[in-house]
């Protein structure tokens, strides 16, 4: 359990790392859970104080959620498997990097494009206020 066994490539790349794999168990139970956090995540973007603007920026991460765990599952279990070349140790940090890297890039894009978007908002309400309306049609009296 030494992590700076990750910093040597003939460990991490190695094609057939062996059939023992102690992360197995925290590693399913984490892929899990970012599936459960996902439909957590959908129900909080909903709840944001300005639903729409969030759904623009925010509406692809418990989709990206889904899909990283899937990934994560198949890979641990192609680690578990000891596959060659699909069950390096590699993959999994690269698909931990990937996460991380998404993480920070829809972080800065919603705190760049949140109050352009509620700004462009609030000037498409104003100008829908003026634009003219379909005339109301009259029920007709039954005699």
């Not at 057939?16 to 970012?34: D, K, N, Q, R, S």
């Not at 104080?49 to 889904?66: D, E, Q």
Request: charged share 25%.
């Amino acid at each position: 359990m030494n992590p700076f066994k990750l910093l040597d490539p003939s460990y991490l790349f190695d094609a057939t790392p062996g059939e023992t794999f102690m992360y197995f168990w925290p590693l399913l139970i984490l892929f899990i859970a970012i599936i459960i956090a996902s439909f957590q995540v959908r129900k909080a973007i909903s709840r944001h104080r300005n639903p729409k603007v969030a759904y623009k920026l925010l509406g692809s991460i418990p989709t990206i959620m889904r899909e990283f765990a899937v990934i994560g599952l198949l890979l641990t279990f192609l680690r578990n498997e000891d596959i060659p070349w699909l069950g390096m140790r590699a993959w999994l940090i690269v698909l931990f990097l990937l996460m991380a890297v998404y993480g920070i890039w829809k972080y800065k894009s919603y705190h760049k494009n949140y109050l352009k978007l509620l700004r462009k908002e609030k000037v498409q309400i104003v100008e829908d206020q003026y634009m003219p309306t379909c005339k109301k049609k009259r029920k007709k009296k039954k005699r």
